[in-house]
T-cell receptor, first 111, second 113 residues
Framework: DQQVKQNSPSLSVQEGRISILNCDYTNSMFDYFLWYKKYPAEGPTFLISISSIKDKNEDGRFTVFLNKSAKHLSLHIVPSQPGDSAVYFCAARERTGKLIFGQGTTLQVKP | DAGVIQSPRHEVTEMGQEVTLRCKPISGHDYLFWYRQTMMRGLELLIYFNNNVPIDDSGMPEDRFSAKMPNASFSTLKIQPSEPRDSAVYFC???????????FGEGSRLTVL
C-alpha cells in the first residue's frame, strides 16, 4: 500500500505562472518531508525539505507547504521556468530513517 | 568529491540470467539505499544499509533479489534468476547521518527479455 501518493501523473503550466505539485501521505509518524527533481537519464536530486514541526519552508522560487491535519504537502514554484520541466518526487521519512517516495509528477513548463 | 557511482548504466539480459548491479557511495556517507523506479510505483525502496549492515530489506520483492555491502565503499544488488518484470531503472543512493537528503547515482537501466 502506498504511504506516499502523488495523484497527478502530470502537470502542464505556462512559463511565468505558478506550478503547484501535490502529495498526500497516510503515516502520521513521518518526521521529515522532501521534494526531489529528476531529469531524464539522471538520478533524482534534492530540491527542498520541511520538518514535520513546520508548515512552510521557502527557498528562492520554491516553497513547500505542509498541512499535517490533512496529511498533505505541496510544492509551489513561482515563477515557473522551462528548465523546471522534470519529474518531481515527494518523499517522506520514517523515524527509523526509511525514506518513502511517491510515484512522481511530470511537470512541463511551456515557453 | 565524486558522486554516487553505479554500474552498469545499461544492462540487457535474457530471462533466467543472473544480473549484478554495483554501487560506490559517496565517501564518508554511512547510509546506502537501493531503489527501483517503475511507472506504477515510482521510486520503490528495496533495501537500505547503515554502516554496511542491512537495516530494512522489506522492500525486496522476492528471494530472487539479494543485496550486499561488504565494505563502506561498495554494494551490490543481485537478481537471480532475472525475469522480464524486473525490467526497471535501479538507483543507488547514499547519505550522511540519514538526514533524508539522499544523493543518487545515475541509475542502472535493466531490460530483461
Amino acid at each position: 500500500d502506498q504511504q506516499v501518493k502523488q495523484n497527478s501523473p502530470s502537470l502542464s503550466v505556462q512559463e511565468g505562472r505558478i506550478s503547484i505539485l501535490n502529495c498526500d501521505y497516510t503515516n502520521s509518524m513521518f518526521d521529515y518531508f522532501l521534494w526531489y527533481k529528476k531529469y531524464p537519464a539522471e538520478g533524482p536530486t534534492f530540491l527542498i525539505s520541511i520538518s514535520s514541526i513546520k508548515d512552510k519552508n521557502e527557498d528562492g522560487r520554491f516553497t513547500v507547504f505542509l498541512n499535517k491535519s490533512a496529511k498533505h504537502l505541496s510544492l509551489h514554484i513561482v515563477p515557473s521556468q522551462p528548465g523546471d520541466s522534470a519529474v518531481y518526487f515527494c518523499a517522506a521519512r520514517e523515524r527509523t530513517g526509511k525514506l518513502i517516495f511517491g510515484q512522481g509528477t511530470t511537470l512541463q513548463v511551456k515557453p | 568529491d565524486a558522486g554516487v557511482i553505479q554500474s552498469p548504466r545499461h544492462e540487457v539480459t535474457e530471462m533466467g540470467q543472473e544480473v549484478t548491479l554495483r554501487c560506490k557511495p559517496i565517501s564518508g556517507h554511512d547510509y546506502l539505499f537501493w531503489y527501483r523506479q517503475t511507472m506504477m510505483r515510482g521510486l520503490e525502496l528495496l533495501i537500505y544499509f547503515n554502516n554496511n549492515v542491512p537495516i530494512d530489506d522489506s522492500g525486496m520483492p522476492e528471494d530472487r533479489f539479494s543485496a550486499k555491502m561488504p565494505n563502506a565503499s561498495f554494494s551490490t544488488l543481485k537478481i537471480q534468476p532475472s525475469e522480464p518484470r524486473d525490467s526497471a531503472v535501479y538507483f543507488c543512493a547514499s547519505s550522511q547521518l540519514n538526514t533524508g537528503e539522499l544523493f543518487f547515482g545515475e541509475g542502472s537501466r535493466l531490460t530483461v527479455l
